[in-house]
C-alpha cells in the first residue's frame, strides 16, 4: 500500500514539473510574439535596425572585450599593455543609449537641430587654422535651381580661360607615354562661384551649366601632364542626368558611378580616382595668401565605408603631408565622412587611390583655383612617381636611344 502511495507521488511530482515547462514554454512564445508585435507596429524611425546593430558594435574595442573575457579568465587580462586603462563601461553604455558622445558635442545636439547631420564629420588631419566649427560642407541647392530653365548672366570672365601655361617648362623626366592614369569627374558638376555670377549674391545659389568645377579639371589635367602624368577628364553633367531621370540631388554620386565605373571598366590604366567639387563656406575659411600669390585652400574628404576606406586615406595623409611641407595652410586637412545621411563611399571603392578634393568655396576666383590646381598637381605627381618607382622607372621615351 505504501509503494503505491509513493508511485502516485512521484507521477504527481513529474507531472507537475512537466505542466511548468509547459507553461513556461507556451509563456516564452506568448513574450517573443509580444516584442516582435510591438517592434512591427513602431514607426520605422524609432525601429532596431542594421545600421544601429553596426553602430553598436564599432563602438566595443578590443580592450573591452579582453576586459569583459578577462573578469572571468584573468589570463585574458595578463596578455594587455600595463598601460592599457579599463574601458569605462558606463561611458559606453550611456553613449549607446542616447547615441550621445561626452568627448563630441556635436552629438548632443545632433537630434534637435535640423540639418546639424551636415555637420557629422570626422577631421582625421586638421589643417592649419582647421577645427569643427569650419569643417567643408555639402549642401544641396535649393530645388527651384535644380528645376529653373534659366541660368544666371556670367560676368568677369576674363580669368576663366588661365595662362594656359603649365607650371613646368621643357620635357619632364618621366612619363606615362600612351597611358591615362588619373581620372577626373565631377559629381556635383555645376557647382559654381559667386564672382562669375552676375547678380547672385546667395550662396545656395552659386550654380551654373557652363561655369563650374570642371574648369578646374581642365587645369588639373594641364599641371598633371606638364609633369608626364596622362590624366582624363570627364565632364558628364550628372545635373542633367538627374534630371531627365527625375532623381534628386542627393543621388548624384550613384549617378557619377555608372559614369566611373564605365570608365574604369575600359581603361584599365585609370586607377587615381579624383572626384572635384567646391565648398559651400565663405572667402575667410577657403582662401590663403603665400608668397604673394592668392590660393584657393583644399580640403580632401574620404568615405568612411567601404574595403579600400585605409587606403584611399593613406593617400590623402601623404599628399596632406606633401603640402603641409612645402605649402603650409593650404590644406584644411582630411576628414572622413559615414554613417546616416551621407553616402560613406563617394565611389572611392573602385580604387586605391580615390579621393574628393573641395576646391576653395563660393566666393574663390579661377585665379586662385587654378594657382591651387597647379599644386595639387606637383603634390599628386610626386606621389606617383615615388610609386612607380618601386616597381619600375618610367622613362622619356623621347629619351630613349
Partial sequence: ?????????????????????????????????????????????????????????????????????????????????????????????????????????????????????????????????????????????????????????????????????????????????????????????????????????????????KVNVTHIGDKLKEELEVRGIGTVVDKTDIEARLKEKGLTFARSYQESRTVVEAAVTQNRDLTYLIDIHRDSRRKKDTTIEMNGKPYAKLAFVIGGEHANYEKNLAFANELQSQLDSSYKGLSRGVFTKKGAGTNGKFNQDLSENAILVEFGGVDNTFEELYNSAEVLAEVISNYYWQAESVDQPHVNPANES
Fill in 1 to 209: 500500500m505504501k509503494s503505491v502511495k509513493s508511485n502516485n507521488l512521484m507521477v504527481t511530482i513529474k507531472g507537475t514539473h512537466l505542466l511548468k515547462g509547459i507553461i513556461t514554454f507556451v509563456c516564452f512564445l506568448i513574450l517573443i510574439f509580444s516584442i516582435s508585435g510591438v517592434l512591427t507596429t513602431l514607426d520605422p524611425k524609432y525601429r532596431p535596425a542594421s545600421e544601429s546593430v553596426k553602430s553598436a558594435a564599432t563602438n566595443i574595442t578590443g580592450d573591452m572585450l579582453y576586459n569583459l573575457i578577462g573578469s572571468e579568465n584573468h589570463y585574458f587580462l595578463a596578455g594587455l599593455p600595463q598601460s592599457t586603462q579599463e574601458p569605462a563601461i558606463t561611458q559606453y553604455l550611456f553613449k549607446l543609449s542616447t547615441n550621445i558622445n561626452l568627448d563630441d558635442p556635436r552629438s548632443l545636439l545632433g537630434r534637435e537641430l535640423p540639418a546639424f547631420s551636415l555637420f557629422d564629420t570626422e577631421i582625421i588631419v586638421a589643417g592649419e587654422g582647421t577645427d569643427y566649427t569650419n569643417m567643408p560642407i555639402e549642401s544641396a541647392p535649393p530645388l527651384e535651381i535644380l528645376q529653373a530653365e534659366k541660368e544666371a548672366a556670367l560676368q568677369n570672365m576674363d580669368d576663366i580661360q588661365g595662362s594656359g601655361e603649365g607650371g613646368n617648362n621643357g620635357t619632364p623626366p618621366n612619363t606615362t607615354g600612351e597611358k591615362e592614369v588619373v581620372y577626373v569627374y565631377f559629381s556635383h558638376n555645376r557647382e559654381s562661384f559667386l564672382p562669375y555670377l552676375k547678380g547672385v549674391t546667395n550662396p545656395n545659389h552659386a550654380y551654373h551649366s
